[in-house]
Structure formats: C-alpha cells, structure tokens
C-alpha cells in the first residue's frame, strides 16, 4: 500500500508540488473516514463521464481515502419516462413523480448504481452498492408532485458498514417512508442533507461543466462567501441554476465546520481539485471577515506573530518588528489565518506608495482561497502597490498573475502593480527594496 501510494504521489506531483501533495494526504488522513468527503455525482457524468468517474474515485482508495458518493439519473430517467409515454413535469424545479413512474424511477437508479459500481470493480476498486436504507423520508407535497419526498432522517448504518470494510459507499437518491413507501429524492437535496448529518471536510458536485462559470464563460476558481457572495449575487449573469447553486452551497456551508468547503469540478479534475493549491474546478467557503486597522491598535499582535512565523518556515519575525514598523494599513482574516502589512513609501515623486511588507497564510489555510480573498480586499483598496519576493518563494506564480511588472534581482525579485509606464517611480521601487532591511532572521 505504502509503495502504491508513493507512485500515486509521483504521478500527481505533474499537477502541483510534491510539498502540496503530502500536505493534503496528510490533512485527508487525519480524519475520521466519514468525514472526508461526500461526492455528489449528476446523471449526466454517470452517462457522459463513467470511465473518468471511476478512475477518480479508484485514486482515492488507493492513496487510502474512502469518499461517500450519492448518485442522481435526471438524463437516463428522461429518456425512459419518454419511451413509456409520461410527460415530464415539473414543480419548483422538481420533477413530478407520478405512481405510473416509480417503477422505471426504480429501475432507472438500480441500472445507474449498478453501472457505476460494475466501473469500479473492474478496476479493483472495492464498492458498495446501497439503493435503500440510507434516506428516511416523508411526502413532500402528495397532491402536487406525487412520489416525491424530503428526508426527514439519515440512517447511517448502511454506509458504516460499508466504510469499515474500505468500500466506497455508492448511493442512490431515493426514501423510503416509515411505511415502506419508495419517494424520489432530488439527488442535490439528498447529497447536502447527508451532509449536514456527517459535517465532512470536502464536498464535491461533479458536473459537465467543471465548476461555476463566470460571464465570460471561464470557470471560477474560488469564492469566499464571506467577502463575495452578496458582490456575486449582485452581478446580472448570476442568475437561474447558478444562482439556485450558490444559495444552496451557501445555505450549506453555513451548518458545516468553518473548515469545510465545496468543490465543483469534472471526474477527470478530481485529484487535481482535492491535492493541488491552484486546483481545477471552482472552490467555495464561507470564508472569513476580512479585518482592516490602519494601526497597530486593535490588532492581536501575539496572533499576528504567531501567523507570521508559522507562515515562514524557519525565519522568525525580528523581537522588535512592531515597534520599528509604522503600518499604513493591515489585514486580517477574523480567526488569524491570514494577513497582510502595508507600510507608505517615498518613492521618487510618489510621496506615499504603498508598499507589502507581510503577505502571510497559514499551512492550514492554503489552497482555500483565502488568501486570495484577502488579497482582493487590499487590492480593491489600494490602486497602487509594490512589493519584492525572494526567488524560491512558493506564491510568486501568484505574484506574477497579480503583478503588471517584475524586476529581477540577485536575490529577490521586485514587483508592482498599477504604475503604468512610470519608469522613475519603478526605478525608485527597485532601489527601495535594494536597500531594504529584513525582518525576518533565520
């Protein structure tokens, strides 16, 4: 297993750092194997992506980590209530279930479970399939939409059973009532309900799409609820399913750990969305508040200390920093997490330009989204800014993305952003940061 596992950490270091790599192995494995993560699976990957869905989650028990995975089959039930003749209808979004569709509703999920379930074996990969048990449910409007129902319980023990035995649990999104009637369970509502019970580290929707698209059509790769939902909420092209997405993830996050996060990416981007910072889809939070001081009153500096020097390895901040640094304005997110310093410089004729002195994020919190949350804040606020990096800095592809010029030194690099064509003022900023004391000593 062990040299299984070294393999598999080779051929994902192609995506991102091995350094990254074993800090998401070695976060993941800590957990409890419930709350690793729940994976949302739609009927159309089951239709379009199987062999890529399968691949993904036979990765996953062989590095040792065992998702719960709930199933949908919109498109196949579609197509099958057409060839019997029922019209589709719908309610709030629902599908209408009438008593004449639950026997193809049920054969239906039966096939799909066990296609997914059939992929899996045929790689080695041990999985179970549960097609009942798990979603105690009620009616949810009798008259209007017929043989729907809401959960009312989660029954864990089907999904124990099969996660002490290694087996990914593959569930399908119907309930049984007290009585023993089947319901049609809209597999979104079935997913973030079992969620809410099992509070599990990650949270994945695999799509078609790869994630949540912005106006350009070009995935997004983070949100942090806390400083963007009510920005995105706002923005004209949020609107129908990717709206009722985001309140719903929202909504979600809202009853999970502060740790806890949502992916929405493609069976075939699965590891590189779980193992690398960068990821591939789009990653969700709900994020911190972000803090802003322009002093040093009211910042908790033993936290910020503390964020900083876990943040740098092992250079420490110098004993007086506080005292010799006269901040211009500083961020924080709420718990600490990550934080950013910006002192005033005189730069050639700019008689006040901004200057990073401490971009800082903890272990813990990279690859979230954070940091770049943080930074948008700052940046919103802040029209001009430079700053200078050493040269084996793990951020600095993000720096360059940020940046619109870099100057490179022996030692560090200078970057900047906002200055235009101002080669004095650029100039100025590469001869500040050559003379700039550190204050962070080995």
Not at 239 to 245: F, P
Not at 377 to 385: A, G, I
Request: charged fraction near 25%; include cysteine; hydrophobic fraction near 40%.
């Amino acid at each position: 297993m062990s040299e299984v596992r070294n393999t598999i950490v080779r051929l994902l270091s192609a995506m991102g750092s091995a350094r990254e790599i074993q800090q998401y192995l070695k976060r993941f494995s800590r957990l409890d194997a419930s709350r690793f993560a729940v994976v949302k699976v739609g009927g159309a990957v089951l239709r379009d992506e199987l062999a890529e869905l399968a691949s993904s989650l036979t990765f996953l028990q062989r590095v040792g980590l065992t998702p719960i995975v709930v199933h949908g089959a919109g498109p196949q039930l579609d197509e099958e209530l057409v060839k019997a003749g029922i019209e589709k209808r719908t309610v709030n979004g629902l599908r209408v279930t009438p008593p004449r569709a639950l026997g193809i509703v049920r054969r239906v999920f039966h096939q799909q479970n066990l296609a997914l379930v059939d992929a899996l074996h045929s790689m080695d990969t041990r999985a179970t399939s549960v097609v009942s048990g798990v979603f105690a449910a009620d009616w949810l409007d009798r008259e209007r939409c017929g043989l729907v129902g809401k959960v009312k319980r989660i029954e864990l023990a089907p999904i124990d059973a099969s996660l002490r035995m290694g087996s990914i649990p593959i569930i399908a999104s119907l309930g049984e009532t007290d009585e023993g009637q089947i319901l049609n369970i809209n597999a979104d509502f079935a997913a973030n309900e079992l969620v809410r019970v099992l509070q599990p580290y990650k949270i994945v929707f695999l799509t078609g799409t790869g994630g949540l698209l912005d106006d350009s059509g070009k995935v997004i790769d983070s949100i942090n609820l806390s400083t963007e939902y009510e920005h995105l909420m706002a923005q004209p092209w949020v609107s129908g399913g990717m709206r009722l997405k985001l309140e719903q993830i929202a909504d979600l996050l809202r009853d999970l750990p502060l740790a806890s996060s949502v992916s929405i990416t493609r069976p075939a981007e699965l590891a590189k969305e779980l193992f690398t910072h960068k990821g591939s889809g789009t990653l969700v939070r709900r994020g911190e508040t972000v803090l802003r001081f322009d002093s040093w009153e009211g910042v908790d500096r033993a936290r910020l200390r503390a964020l900083i020097d876990s943040s740098f390895g092992p250079r420490r901040l110098v004993a007086d920093y506080f005292e010799r640094t006269r901040p211009y304005r500083v961020y924080v997110s709420e718990n600490y997490r990550t934080a950013m310093i910006l002192t005033l410089e005189h730069v050639d004729k700019e008689q006040g330009l901004p200057y990073l002195d401490k971009f800082a994020v903890l272990e813990d919190a990279q690859g979230e989204g954070l940091g770049r949350a943080v930074w948008q804040v700052m940046r919103d606020e802040n029209p001009k800014l430079f700053w200078r990096s050493r040269h084996r800095n793990r951020i600095n592809a993000f720096y360059h993305e940020q940046s619109d010029g870099c100057f490179k030194e022996p030692w560090f690099k200078v970057f900047w952003y906002g200055l235009g064509a101002d080669f004095p003022t650029i100039a100025g900023c590469v001869a500040h940061c050559a003379q700039r004391k550190p204050t962070l000593i080995e």
